[in-house]
C-alpha cells in the first residue's frame, strides 16, 4: 500500500474530495474564519470545518453544500492518516442526503 503521509480532506463545492496538505488545509479554513462552523464527524474524533455561508436552513435542518475540510481533534486541528481518511469519508458519505434547493438536485451533508 502506498504511504501518502497525513493529510487533510477537502471536499470542494462541486462535491470532488481532494487531500491537502497543512499549508492548504490552514488556507482553505482561514477562508472560513469569520463564519466558522464545527461539527464532530463520526465517533472516532474527526472533525467537519465549513463556513457557516454555505449551509442551507431547510425545514428546520441544516445542510452543506459547499466547501468542506475534514481533520481529527487532537489537541488542536491535526491531519489523517490513510486509515482514517477512509473512515471519515465513510462517515461523511453516510450522511449524504439528496436534495433540491432552487429546483437544482444536489447532494448535501446533512449536519
Keep these: 500500500m502506498m504511504d501518502i503521509g497525513e493529510k487533510y480532506i477537502y471536499v470542494t463545492g462541486e462535491q470532488e474530495i481532494w487531500l491537502v496538505d497543512e499549508k492548504e488545509a490552514t488556507y482553505k479554513v482561514a477562508n472560513f474564519e469569520h463564519n466558522l462552523g464545527l461539527v464532530t464527524l ?9 463556513s457557516r455561508d ?10 452543506l453544500v459547499g466547501e468542506i475540510i475534514i481533520c481529527k481533534d487532537d489537541d488542536g486541528f491535526k491531519p489523517l492518516k490513510l486509515y482514517e481518511i477512509m473512515e ?8 449524504l442526503v439528496d436534495a433540491y434547493f432552487d429546483g437544482k438536485p444536489v447532494q448535501a451533508f446533512w449536519v
Design 42 to 50: 463520526g465517533k472516532k474524533g474527526y472533525l467537519l470545518l465549513y
Design 54 to 63: 454555505h449551509a442551507i436552513k431547510y425545514e428546520g435542518d441544516e445542510y
Design 88 to 95: 471519515a469519508i465513510d462517515e461523511l458519505t453516510s450522511r
